[in-house]
């Protein structure tokens, strides 16, 4: 056999459970701004489903390569996706958001006006 497996970099493991975490809303917790709670249902379901399939990751939005913000149209309005990383307790900043054992994601929904 040759060559080595390198291990992922931090980069890249933060963007994998980014990503995963976004398509999912499994492994942690997800919060809607005032202005989207008050969206009509269907309105709200499918922005919902527009940052689960969002994947318009550039170095114009992304420049750390995480995925960890986005921007979603739906009927002319715009609305942009962010996730931070806390501690478990969720009393300070994740130590290390490549690390889920250490970090509690949450992923925030705004309308582009609440930004």
């Known amino acids: 056999m040759s060559g080595t497996t390198s291990a992922p970099t ?7 459970l980014n990503d995963n975490f976004r398509s999912t809303f499994v492994g942690g917790q997800v919060v809607m701004t005032a202005g989207v709670n ?22 114009d939005n992304d420049p750390h390569q995480e995925h960890d913000f986005g921007s979603v149209e739906i009927d002319g309005e715009s609305y942009f996706f962010k996730v931070d990383y806390y501690s478990l307790d969720m009393q300070t900043g994740s130590e290390d958001p490549a690390d889920p054992e250490t970090t509690t994601r949450v992923l925030t929904i705004m309308r582009a006006d609440e930004y």
């Open 10 to 16: 931090k980069t890249h493991r933060i963007r994998l």
């Open 38 to 59: 008050e969206l009509p249902l269907d309105l709200k379901a499918r922005l919902l489903l527009a940052v689960q399939r969002f994947d318009a990751f550039d170095a």
